[in-house]
């Protein structure tokens, strides 16, 4: 691998887990961080949480936004969810979280 993409897969791993602790902060369970850039071309990470009701999804969401942006600098290029708040996507580029 070349410097810039060691770095960059560096950098997406560390966001990742950021994602997950914040995750774990608001007390999501199930966490999972999946490395897929080798089995994917869209992302290098998925960071996996479950929460118990809209309430945590809406806190996990907004503490996962939070710590990204101000630990890694990084927004989500898209945020997605249901009518009834009962999951959620965050997608950064290089890594997802749900």
């Not at 996990?60 to 101000?70: A, F, G, Q, S």
Request: a negative charge.
């Amino acid at each position: 691998m070349t410097d810039a993409v060691e770095q960059q897969a560096a950098f997406s791993r560390e966001c990742a887990l950021i994602a997950a602790k914040a995750a774990d902060a608001k007390k999501a369970t199930d966490i999972m961080v999946q490395e897929v850039r080798d089995l994917i071309s869209v992302t290098d990470y998925f960071v996996i949480a479950t929460a118990a009701n809209r309430r945590q999804v809406e806190a996990i969401v907004d503490e996962v936004e939070e710590r990204v942006r101000k630990e890694a600098h990084a927004k989500p290029l898209h945020r997605e969810g249901t009518e009834d708040g009962m999951w959620a996507l965050l997608d950064y580029g290089n890594f997802v979280v749900h």
